[in-house]
């Protein structure tokens, strides 16, 4: 298999314009996440979805934070509008759940800058 | 809410050394999960070691150990005959037993192979 597959690696944007970040879950993987990482919070956990329906989405920072899973095999987060302080490494992971061992399966992660 | 607790932010071995890396939980669960995880500088976080709580023996692979401790909630990772490839992030990681996914991170410990 592939891994768990995002895009873009690199996002440098302006402050107010809107940021799509987008995901591929590794095939047969029920779970997807999005974790967010900085210097400053570490590993933030942001939302997860099981069977593209979302689980938890308390880690979501506030309302310019959407995530959707239209499908088993993609899944986008979405800024609108982008500020500085949305600067991170944004994290996609998939797993089996209770069917697997738990183990998270990570994306190489896309590296936002907002100026 | 769970908590783990990684208090050595940054450490260092000399290549074919022993050290050995720190991580401490809190939970009222009695059944769950241990992860260790690697993120080298190229960014993306890979397993490492798992254990489950359930088991007393402690969990091995290769040059990689853990040494659990349940009653003390200790869980630490003990890298032998360290290389430089190992050189990364290290994570320690906690997840419950029952159906709820959420993997709690801690922040991380620095870990520089010296040659």
């Known amino acids: 298999d592939a891994g768990v597959i995002q895009s873009p690696r690199h996002e440098v944007t302006e402050m107010g314009q809107e940021v799509t970040l987008r995901c591929k879950p590794i095939?047969?993987?029920?779970?997807l996440f999005w974790y967010r990482q900085t210097m400053m919070r570490g590993l933030e956990l942001l939302i997860y979805?099981?069977?593209?329906?979302?689980?938890?989405d308390s880690g979501m920072p506030e309302d310019r934070f959407s995530a959707k899973m239209p499908n088993a095999s993609f899944s986008t987060l979405k800024i609108q509008p982008s500020e500085p302080r949305d600067s991170a490494v944004y994290f996609c992971?998939?797993?089996?759940?209770?069917?697997?061992?738990?183990?998270?399966?990570f994306g190489e992660g896309s590296r936002l800058t907002v100026l | 809410a769970q908590t783990v607790t990684q208090s050595q932010p940054e450490m260092s071995v000399q290549e074919a050394e022993t050290v050995t890396l720190s991580c401490t939980y809190d939970?009222?669960?009695?059944?769950?999960?241990l992860f260790w995880y690697k993120q080298p500088p190229s960014r993306q976080m890979i397993l490492v070691i798992r254990?489950?709580?359930?088991?007393?023996q402690n969990a091995t692979e290769n040059r990689f150990s853990v040494n659990f401790q349940k009653a003390a909630k200790s869980f630490s990772l003990k890298i032998s005959d360290s290389q430089l490839g190992d050189t990364a992030m290290y994570f320690c990681?906690?997840?419950?037993?029952?159906?709820?996914?959420?993997?709690?991170f801690g922040t991380g410990t620095k870990l520089q192979v010296i040659p």
């Open positions: 979805f099981n069977n593209n329906v979302p689980i938890d």
């Open positions: 939970t009222s669960e009695n059944n769950y999960y």
């Open positions: 254990q489950e709580a359930y088991k007393q």
């Open positions: 095939s047969g993987h029920d779970y």
């Open positions: 990681a906690f997840l419950g037993s029952g159906g709820y996914q959420k993997v709690t």
């Open positions: 992971a998939s797993s089996l759940g209770p069917r697997g061992t738990g183990e998270l399966f």
